[in-house]
Protein backbone atom coordinates (compact mmCIF):
# COMPACT_ATOMS: atom_id res chain seq x y z
CA UNK A 1 0.00 0.00 0.00
CA UNK A 2 1.66 3.17 -1.13
CA UNK A 3 1.68 5.65 1.62
CA UNK A 4 0.28 9.12 1.93
CA UNK A 5 1.32 11.80 3.64
CA UNK A 6 0.19 15.58 3.79
CA UNK A 7 2.03 18.92 2.59
CA UNK A 8 1.88 21.74 3.96
CA UNK A 9 2.38 25.08 2.27
CA UNK A 10 2.75 27.69 4.55
CA UNK A 11 -0.71 27.86 6.56
CA UNK A 12 -2.77 27.31 3.67
CA UNK A 13 -5.19 24.05 3.40
CA UNK A 14 -2.83 21.09 2.89
CA UNK A 15 -2.79 18.68 0.03
CA UNK A 16 -2.39 14.86 0.13
CA UNK A 17 0.90 13.28 -1.84
CA UNK A 18 2.15 10.18 -2.52
CA UNK A 19 5.62 10.50 -1.12
CA UNK A 20 7.33 7.87 -4.38
CA UNK A 21 5.47 10.74 -6.43
CA UNK A 22 7.44 13.44 -5.15
CA UNK A 23 10.53 11.88 -4.78
CA UNK A 24 9.88 10.73 -8.77
CA UNK A 25 9.24 13.77 -10.00
CA UNK A 26 12.73 15.71 -8.42
CA UNK A 27 15.28 12.72 -8.56
CA UNK A 28 17.46 12.90 -11.31
CA UNK A 29 21.31 11.61 -11.97
CA UNK A 30 19.57 8.26 -12.26
CA UNK A 31 18.78 8.19 -8.51
CA UNK A 32 21.57 10.27 -7.25
CA UNK A 33 20.33 13.76 -6.61
CA UNK A 34 17.49 14.83 -5.19
CA UNK A 35 16.35 18.19 -4.81
CA UNK A 36 13.22 18.90 -2.93
CA UNK A 37 13.47 22.85 -2.90
CA UNK A 38 10.68 23.40 -4.94
CA UNK A 39 8.45 20.89 -3.45
CA UNK A 40 6.49 22.49 -1.11
CA UNK A 41 7.07 22.81 3.03
CA UNK A 42 7.55 19.04 3.89
CA UNK A 43 7.88 19.46 7.59
CA UNK A 44 8.97 16.29 9.88
CA UNK A 45 5.70 14.30 9.41
CA UNK A 46 6.91 14.60 5.76
CA UNK A 47 10.25 13.56 6.28
CA UNK A 48 9.97 10.83 8.20
CA UNK A 49 7.83 9.57 5.49
CA UNK A 50 10.59 10.11 2.81
CA UNK A 51 13.11 8.20 4.82
CA UNK A 52 11.04 4.95 4.40
CA UNK A 53 11.14 5.23 0.61
CA UNK A 54 13.29 2.99 -0.99
CA UNK A 55 13.52 5.46 -4.22
CA UNK A 56 16.75 7.34 -1.84
CA UNK A 57 18.91 4.16 -2.29
CA UNK A 58 21.06 5.73 -4.42
CA UNK A 59 20.73 9.00 -3.18
CA UNK A 60 24.41 10.92 -2.86
CA UNK A 61 22.74 14.97 -3.28
CA UNK A 62 20.34 15.73 -0.95
CA UNK A 63 18.62 19.35 -1.46
CA UNK A 64 15.76 19.76 1.77
CA UNK A 65 16.73 23.91 2.22
CA UNK A 66 13.58 24.99 4.11
CA UNK A 67 11.17 22.39 4.66
CA UNK A 68 10.54 23.46 8.86
CA UNK A 69 12.32 20.21 9.61
CA UNK A 70 12.74 19.76 13.27
CA UNK A 71 14.97 17.38 15.59
CA UNK A 72 12.16 14.58 14.31
CA UNK A 73 13.08 14.94 11.29
CA UNK A 74 16.79 14.98 11.57
CA UNK A 75 16.11 11.79 13.81
CA UNK A 76 14.70 10.37 10.80
CA UNK A 77 17.10 10.95 8.17
CA UNK A 78 19.83 10.25 10.41
CA UNK A 79 17.91 6.36 11.34
CA UNK A 80 16.84 6.07 7.26
CA UNK A 81 18.02 2.60 5.93
CA UNK A 82 18.01 3.74 2.61
CA UNK A 83 20.34 6.92 3.07
CA UNK A 84 24.30 4.89 3.02
CA UNK A 85 25.47 6.81 -0.11
CA UNK A 86 24.73 10.42 1.44
CA UNK A 87 27.91 12.81 0.27
CA UNK A 88 26.27 15.90 0.23
CA UNK A 89 22.74 16.82 2.12
CA UNK A 90 21.39 20.63 2.40
CA UNK A 91 19.54 21.19 5.97
CA UNK A 92 19.86 25.06 5.23
CA UNK A 93 16.57 27.27 7.28
CA UNK A 94 15.26 24.12 8.88
CA UNK A 95 15.02 23.41 12.62
CA UNK A 96 17.27 21.47 13.76
CA UNK A 97 18.23 22.21 17.12
CA UNK A 98 20.92 20.43 19.33
CA UNK A 99 18.75 17.34 19.48
CA UNK A 100 18.62 16.67 15.82
CA UNK A 101 22.09 17.50 15.40
CA UNK A 102 23.52 14.90 17.87
CA UNK A 103 21.00 12.36 15.81
CA UNK A 104 22.88 13.65 12.50
CA UNK A 105 26.04 13.13 14.49
CA UNK A 106 25.65 9.82 15.50
CA UNK A 107 24.07 8.46 11.81
CA UNK A 108 26.49 6.05 9.60
CA UNK A 109 24.47 7.55 7.15
CA UNK A 110 27.08 10.71 7.34
CA UNK A 111 30.61 7.92 7.09
CA UNK A 112 31.00 9.18 3.35
CA UNK A 113 29.54 12.93 3.83
CA UNK A 114 31.70 15.20 2.08
CA UNK A 115 29.38 18.29 2.00
CA UNK A 116 26.91 19.53 4.98
CA UNK A 117 24.94 22.41 5.08
CA UNK A 118 23.25 24.10 8.32
CA UNK A 119 22.80 27.21 7.19
CA UNK A 120 20.14 28.99 9.82
CA UNK A 121 19.57 25.67 11.61
CA UNK A 122 19.48 26.77 15.03
CA UNK A 123 21.70 23.92 16.14
CA UNK A 124 23.31 26.73 18.82
CA UNK A 125 27.14 25.75 20.85
CA UNK A 126 25.65 21.74 22.18
CA UNK A 127 24.50 20.83 18.43
CA UNK A 128 28.12 22.32 16.80
CA UNK A 129 30.07 20.51 19.97
CA UNK A 130 28.31 17.20 19.04
CA UNK A 131 29.30 17.07 15.54
CA UNK A 132 32.77 18.34 16.53
CA UNK A 133 33.21 15.18 18.00
CA UNK A 134 31.67 12.91 15.61
CA UNK A 135 34.17 9.97 14.07
CA UNK A 136 31.56 10.17 11.44
CA UNK A 137 31.96 12.68 10.16
CA UNK A 138 35.85 12.53 9.74
CA UNK A 139 35.30 12.84 5.91
CA UNK A 140 33.47 16.44 5.64
CA UNK A 141 35.11 18.92 2.93
CA UNK A 142 32.36 21.68 3.26
CA UNK A 143 30.79 22.90 6.90
CA UNK A 144 28.23 25.72 6.85
CA UNK A 145 27.32 26.19 9.98
CA UNK A 146 25.97 30.38 9.66
CA UNK A 147 23.78 31.80 12.01
CA UNK A 148 23.41 29.23 14.40
CA UNK A 149 24.35 31.00 17.50
CA UNK A 150 27.11 28.63 18.11
CA UNK A 151 28.92 31.44 20.08
CA UNK A 152 33.07 30.90 21.65
CA UNK A 153 32.21 27.40 23.25
CA UNK A 154 31.22 26.40 19.26
CA UNK A 155 34.23 27.80 17.73
CA UNK A 156 35.99 26.04 20.37
CA UNK A 157 35.14 22.82 19.93
CA UNK A 158 35.83 22.53 16.08
CA UNK A 159 39.12 24.27 16.82
CA UNK A 160 39.67 21.57 18.89
CA UNK A 161 38.09 18.98 16.48
CA UNK A 162 40.36 16.16 15.71
CA UNK A 163 37.52 14.81 12.79
CA UNK A 164 37.69 18.40 10.78
CA UNK A 165 41.12 17.45 9.12
CA UNK A 166 40.10 17.28 5.75
CA UNK A 167 37.74 20.15 6.00
CA UNK A 168 38.39 22.79 2.94
CA UNK A 169 35.66 25.10 2.99
CA UNK A 170 34.05 26.31 6.87
CA UNK A 171 31.52 28.90 6.77
CA UNK A 172 30.43 30.56 10.69
CA UNK A 173 29.37 34.16 10.08
CA UNK A 174 26.51 35.71 11.58
CA UNK A 175 27.45 33.59 14.62
CA UNK A 176 28.89 35.87 17.50
CA UNK A 177 32.12 34.90 17.71
CA UNK A 178 33.32 38.16 18.59
CA UNK A 179 37.34 38.40 19.37
CA UNK A 180 37.65 35.45 21.97
CA UNK A 181 36.07 33.24 19.08
CA UNK A 182 38.68 34.08 16.63
CA UNK A 183 41.48 33.37 19.58
CA UNK A 184 39.82 30.13 19.76
CA UNK A 185 39.60 29.58 15.98
CA UNK A 186 43.38 30.79 15.69
CA UNK A 187 44.89 28.36 18.70
CA UNK A 188 43.65 25.02 16.34
CA UNK A 189 46.23 22.54 15.00
CA UNK A 190 43.31 20.54 13.28
CA UNK A 191 42.28 21.98 10.00
CA UNK A 192 45.43 21.79 7.74
CA UNK A 193 43.25 21.67 5.04
CA UNK A 194 41.52 24.59 5.19
CA UNK A 195 41.09 26.76 1.86
CA UNK A 196 37.86 28.69 2.27
CA UNK A 197 37.18 30.76 5.76
CA UNK A 198 33.80 32.53 5.93
CA UNK A 199 33.47 34.76 9.13
CA UNK A 200 31.16 37.22 8.29
CA UNK A 201 29.14 39.54 10.95
CA UNK A 202 31.12 38.62 14.02
CA UNK A 203 31.87 41.95 15.58
CA UNK A 204 35.37 40.24 15.62
CA UNK A 205 37.57 44.32 15.48
CA UNK A 206 40.31 44.75 15.45
CA UNK A 207 41.76 42.43 17.98
CA UNK A 208 39.72 39.61 16.48
CA UNK A 209 41.75 40.24 13.26
CA UNK A 210 45.36 39.76 15.20
CA UNK A 211 44.16 36.41 16.81
CA UNK A 212 43.53 35.65 12.21
CA UNK A 213 46.94 36.60 11.94
CA UNK A 214 48.20 33.91 14.36
CA UNK A 215 46.68 30.90 12.85
CA UNK A 216 49.37 28.63 11.38
CA UNK A 217 46.53 26.45 9.41
CA UNK A 218 45.78 29.41 7.15
CA UNK A 219 48.71 29.24 5.02
CA UNK A 220 46.95 27.21 2.90
CA UNK A 221 43.55 29.76 2.73
CA UNK A 222 42.36 31.37 -0.71
CA UNK A 223 39.22 32.99 0.44
CA UNK A 224 38.64 34.97 3.52
CA UNK A 225 35.29 36.74 4.19
CA UNK A 226 35.84 39.54 6.91
CA UNK A 227 32.72 41.51 6.19
CA UNK A 228 31.02 43.55 8.72
CA UNK A 229 33.22 43.29 11.52
CA UNK A 230 34.14 46.68 12.51
CA UNK A 231 38.18 46.20 11.61
CA UNK A 232 38.31 49.66 10.78
CA UNK A 233 41.73 51.52 9.71
CA UNK A 234 43.78 49.50 12.82
CA UNK A 235 41.97 46.37 11.76
CA UNK A 236 43.36 46.56 8.08
CA UNK A 237 46.51 47.71 9.04
CA UNK A 238 46.84 44.55 11.13
CA UNK A 239 45.95 42.13 7.99
CA UNK A 240 48.67 44.00 6.09
CA UNK A 241 51.09 42.93 8.26
CA UNK A 242 50.62 38.98 8.19
CA UNK A 243 52.58 36.61 7.20
CA UNK A 244 50.31 33.89 7.28
CA UNK A 245 47.83 34.51 3.99
CA UNK A 246 50.43 34.49 0.75
CA UNK A 247 48.47 32.24 -1.16
CA UNK A 248 45.12 34.33 -0.05
CA UNK A 249 43.18 35.03 -3.97
CA UNK A 250 39.59 36.61 -2.64
CA UNK A 251 39.39 38.78 0.54
CA UNK A 252 36.11 40.44 1.43
CA UNK A 253 36.45 43.58 3.35
CA UNK A 254 33.24 44.88 3.00
CA UNK A 255 30.95 47.21 5.47
CA UNK A 256 34.00 47.72 7.88
CA UNK A 257 34.19 51.54 8.61
CA UNK A 258 37.54 51.35 6.57
CA UNK A 259 38.71 54.63 5.84
CA UNK A 260 41.66 56.36 3.72
CA UNK A 261 44.66 55.94 6.02
CA UNK A 262 43.63 52.39 6.30
CA UNK A 263 43.54 51.86 2.38
CA UNK A 264 46.89 53.12 1.63
CA UNK A 265 48.44 51.38 4.47
CA UNK A 266 46.54 48.17 2.48
CA UNK A 267 48.09 49.16 -0.76
CA UNK A 268 51.65 49.05 0.56
CA UNK A 269 51.47 45.63 1.36
CA UNK A 270 53.20 42.82 0.48
CA UNK A 271 51.52 40.12 2.16
CA UNK A 272 48.75 39.67 -0.58
CA UNK A 273 50.89 38.63 -3.88
CA UNK A 274 48.35 36.67 -5.05
CA UNK A 275 44.99 38.54 -4.39
CA UNK A 276 42.84 38.59 -7.51
CA UNK A 277 39.44 39.64 -5.89
CA UNK A 278 39.08 42.64 -3.11
CA UNK A 279 35.75 43.77 -2.40
CA UNK A 280 35.91 47.11 -0.08
CA UNK A 281 31.90 48.07 -1.12
CA UNK A 282 30.32 49.84 2.21
CA UNK A 283 34.24 51.12 3.46
CA UNK A 284 34.83 55.09 2.48
CA UNK A 285 38.46 54.68 2.00
CA UNK A 286 38.46 58.02 -0.27
CA UNK A 287 39.16 58.73 -3.82
CA UNK A 288 43.07 58.32 -2.71
CA UNK A 289 42.47 55.21 -0.74
CA UNK A 290 41.08 53.82 -4.14
CA UNK A 291 43.55 55.27 -6.63
CA UNK A 292 46.62 54.14 -4.24
CA UNK A 293 44.94 50.20 -4.39
CA UNK A 294 44.41 50.12 -8.15
CA UNK A 295 47.90 51.62 -9.07
CA UNK A 296 49.41 49.16 -6.33
CA UNK A 297 52.83 47.29 -7.99
CA UNK A 298 51.89 44.69 -4.67
CA UNK A 299 48.16 44.31 -5.51
CA UNK A 300 48.60 44.68 -9.24
CA UNK A 301 46.84 41.30 -9.96
CA UNK A 302 43.19 42.43 -8.52
CA UNK A 303 40.87 42.66 -11.27
CA UNK A 304 37.65 43.92 -9.62
CA UNK A 305 36.84 47.53 -9.82
CA UNK A 306 38.18 49.09 -6.49
CA UNK A 307 35.48 52.57 -5.62
CA UNK A 308 36.14 55.09 -3.49
CA UNK A 309 33.27 54.77 -1.11
CA UNK A 310 29.86 53.22 -0.85
CA UNK A 311 27.67 55.38 -2.14
Known sequence: MVMIFVLFFGRTEGFAFDINALIL????????????????????????????????????????????????????????????????????????GSEGARALASSENFKNLRVLKLWESSIGPEGVEALAH??????????????????????????ESVYFKHLKELKVGKNNLGREGMRHLSKSHHLPALTDLEVHDNQIGPEGVRWIGKAVFLKKLQRLNLKKNRMGNTGIQILSRFPVLQDLSELDLQWNEIGEEGAVEFSKSKAFPNLVNLELWGNNIGEEGARSI??????????????????
Open 25 to 96: KDIKGDGTLLDLRNSGVISDMGIRELAKSRLLRKVKHLNLKAHEIGNEGAIALAESKYLKNLEVINLNQNRI
Open 134 to 159: SEKLSNLESLDLTGNGIGQEGIKAIA
Open 294 to 311: RESENLSKIKNPIYSSSQ
